[in-house]
Nanobody, 123 residues
């Protein structure tokens, strides 16, 4: 499986961006992560094969994760962006269903496959 992210950019606080991750193979459990300079990679939003989503507390109510099955894409709609949302955003996937609670989708170690990332800068 190959994952290719797009949609990052520079926006002012309060603005919106929509990230897309196109997958070339079979994906069932997917998530978005982000990493700011000097910080660990953190889970932002995950979604299981039934469409159930989980979000980190820092983005809940502002970000929405979804799948576009026709385009084999994972989407992340980001609204009301804040400077602390700045970072490299990565898409990750599993070819098997997510295990356990949907919050497990936010654990980086669960995923063997990662995209190259797309930069989001909020000023």
């Amino acid at each position: 499986v190959q994952l290719v992210e797009s949609g990052g950019g520079s926006v002012q606080a309060g603005g919106s961006l929509r990230l897309s991750c196109v997958a070339s193979g079979n994906t069932k459990c997917m998530a978005w992560f982000r990493q700011a300079p000097g910080k660990e990679r953190e889970g932002v939003a995950g979604i299981d094969s039934d469409g159930v989503a989980a979000y980190s507390d820092s983005v809940k109510g502002r970000f929405t994760i979804s799948k576009d099955n026709h385009k084999a894409a994972l989407l992340l709609q980001m609204n009301s962006l804040k400077p602390e949302d700045t970072g490299m955003y990565y898409c990750a996937s599993l070819s098997r269903p997510c295990l356990g609670d949907v919050t497990n989708t936010l654990i980086p170690g669960e995923y063997p496959t990662w995209g190259q990332g797309t930069q989001v800068t909020v000023s």
